[in-house]
């Protein structure tokens, strides 16, 4: 057999090429949203996948109210003993792709599963060739395995319209166990169109999915492109979840004026804290591909408020510099500003120690 | 000023979506044909950015050769003393991206300069946004700098119909000096669609680009997606090239049968050594997600076959085991098989070592 790689370069192309031979394994269709729904801050939403509740509509901007809709970091956590799971998705937009992001991150779903050895393994990731309908087929290649827990990352860049689950009719499909006590709170990530994703591979690669995954936690994703600016009042909806951290990372939709820092950081601040008095709140420095240019106005500005506050005497507040954020070779972005997988990559890795200490109750 | 990342993250964008900006500085342009191209093994060609000659039409299979007008790999050295380039190319298909590859990778160009410290440093990569008229504007950091040395990378998954590279009118814009005679001999990697850049960023991230900056020099990319299969007489062109090193990685687009690697890497490496007797010729092992799958029988079955040649006294073969290539955590993919920034970048980082090690005549 000849591996084309341009036609069928694995099964799971052939199948998703031909749909047909899915259906002939008498697949049984289960609705995404009666298993475990993880990454998201508020348990009642209008749909299912959106990322903030009504009431925050009056709360963030418009354009960060309509991102709300789409479907980042949000992800199905299920059980299943089948070798193989299908995915049947449809997305908001027919837009299911941007110039330098390819339609699997904007517009795909995104398999991982739980290894023998307990971390997160990739499967495969579902492509989007259309709005309506896309079908992925994800085998596993150690066969079928009972209890296996699964993890399906949803569109980052698209709103999920429906999103089914197929196991073979003979295996089971089951919601999870909860997380363990200690790992259930999420991680709160509000920021950019970095932080929503762009401009990963896949939605699995997105910094704050490699994140959580790493520290096998919760993560909730709240960036929004072009639009994680922290005016207030955002503050109020980020306070309404019980985080075990919050992590700001706005830099690069705001201005470069130090008082904006000064009053945007410290508003922000005081209403999580009024309602969350322990939870750290960490705030990302500028990610800039050029090293030489490190720190930036706008990270000294961040810098200079989150200072301000310690020496107010508010506590668990902490200021990562943005220097060693994507490396130093100038490769981890695909315009200058977003980020590759590479990227993605490097500035998980480079807040894993930050927010593991935080979670542990380690930030004084 | 508020920075949206959606709309206008950077100046580059900026000038992009408004061109008439880019053409109010009064721009000069030229057409790149007429600095150096970089990354083709054969001077005369149909279109300047051919991959192969008419020649080899009869030589290779039919994909291949119609993907040889696709211009991976090619590249323009020049020198300029601008503060700002402007890139203005059309392409020869309208399909700008593919479901797992974005536009900026299939249709994009990739802009390098050469750093004070002598490394090649990302520029800036120009988004393809239509077939005809895409417009890149790159704006260098440190500004205007004499004899400042630049690499621009061609799309790597569609052909390049026409291709202009701009300065202002007072700015110098020059057919560079030749490379150093011992570094300017290519190495031509010949294989499959993760050759010809399946599923980079951009096209400065394809690894045989990376690993060309690496070891600054010039890389001949004769990958074909779905095509790379090594059946003669695809030697004959190969050995045309006056190259440094052959690297080989065609184990994707072929079977699992031992005699065909037999047969094929021994056709191969004999006619490659009638023309060239030195030059040392790399055969890579079969790149999977997985640690537990290696070695592959393809691999297996590669490494035969060039050991059976090294049993026969043909020296200067190399036959790189597959299992290092991408590492290990599975991350290094978007779809299983093709590699996103991550796996490109270290496939380069895993055989630059070894290609490095061949092509200073190390390599027994």
């Not at 307990?118 to 087929?137: A, E, M, T, Y």
Request: charged fraction near 20%; charge should be neutral.
């Amino acid at each position: 057999m000849k591996a084309s790689y341009r036609i069928a370069a694995t099964l799971l192309a052939v199948f998703a090429l031909h749909p047909g031979r899915a259906s002939a394994e008498d697949v049984r269709w289960r609705d995404a949203a009666s298993l475990e729904i993880e990454g998201r801050g508020w348990a009642k939403t209008a749909g299912p996948y959106d990322r903030l509740p009504d009431s925050a509509k009056s709360k963030v901007n418009s354009t960060a109210w309509n991102l709300s809709k789409e479907t980042s970091g949000v992800c199905i956590r299920f059980v299943t003993d089948a070798a193989v799971v299908s995915v049947r998705w449809s997305v908001t937009s027919g837009s299911l792709a941007m110039p330098h992001m390819a339609a699997t991150g904007v517009s795909g779903v995104d398999l991982y599963a739980r290894s023998a050895g307990g971390s997160w393994r990739f499967v495969g990731n579902g492509r989007p060739h259309k709005q309506d309908g896309n079908l992925g087929r994800f085998e596993f290649p150690e066969g079928a395995k009972p209890g296996r827990e699964c993890l399906l990352y949803l569109p980052a860049y698209n709103g999920t319209k429906s999103l089914e689950i197929g196991v073979p009719a003979s295996a089971h499909l089951e919601v999870p166990k909860p997380r363990p006590e200690a790992l259930r709170k999420p991680i709160v990530v509000y920021g950019t169109s970095i932080v929503q994703g762009g401009c990963a591979s896949r939605p699995g690669m997105v910094w704050t999915a490699i994140l959580g995954r790493m520290l096998d936690r919760p993560v909730v994703n709240l960036g929004f492109s072009g639009s994680g600016s922290m005016e207030p009042p955002i503050g109020e909806p980020l306070a309404e979840i019980d985080a075990a951290a919050y992590v700001i990372d706005c830099i690069w939709n705001m201005s470069e004026d130090p008082n904006v820092y000064k009053d945007h950081v410290s508003n922000l601040v005081h209403t999580i804290r009024k309602a969350r008095p322990d939870a750290p709140i960490i705030f990302v420095g500028q990610s800039l591909m050029r090293p030489e240019a490190h720190p930036t106005k706008s990270t000294i500005g961040q810098e200079a408020a989150v200072r301000a506050l310690q020496e107010e005497g508010v506590k668990g507040l902490v200021a990562v510099p943005g220097g060693n954020l994507i490396g130093d070779d100038g490769e981890g972005t695909v315009d200058g500003v977003h980020l590759t997988d590479v990227g993605m990559l490097r500035q998980a890795r480079a807040l894993l120690p930050i927010v593991r200490e935080a979670v542990s109750g380690l930030i004084e």
